[in-house]
Nanobody
Framework: VQLQASGGGLVQPGGSLTLTCAVS????????IGWFRQAPGKEPEGISCITIDDGMIFYADSVKGRFTISRDAAKSTVSLQMSNLKPEDTAVYSC????????????WGQGTLVTVSS
């Protein structure tokens, strides 16, 4: 099983960025895919999750209204569109797969760094 997050980079405050999680080695319809982030010196935070089979979506309050998660089962990808980015969104973003959106998440990919700075 492999999950690979990509799309991170440097963006100015108020800007947008889209992250993509490419999934291989598992039947996506049986899983929920979540996005997590960890900022320097802070605990990891679950920010969004989507169930692949029926598309149920969850957002943390910290990103609600600014981030949009979506899935493309045919391409085995889950995307996270991030808009109105703030400096406090700076973190390493990772994706993970689990059998239930409430966890635990069994498979994790390497993260991608998002830096929000002017």
């Amino acid at each position: 099983v492999q999950l690979q997050a990509s799309g991170g980079g440097l963006v100015q405050p108020g800007g947008s960025l889209t992250l993509t999680c490419a999934v291989s080695g598992l039947t996506m319809n049986h899983y929920a895919i979540g996005w997590f982030r960890q900022a320097p010196g802070k605990e990891p935070e679950g920010i969004s999750c989507i169930t692949i089979d029926d598309g149920m979506i969850f957002y943390a309050d910290s990103v609600k209204g600014r981030f949009t998660i979506s899935r493309d089962a045919a391409k085995s990808t889950v995307s996270l569109q991030m808009s109105n980015l703030k400096p406090e969104d700076t973190a390493v973003y990772s994706c993970a797969a689990g059998g239930d959106p409430s966890g635990p998440f069994d498979y994790w990919g390497q993260g991608t760094l998002v830096t929000v700075s002017s």
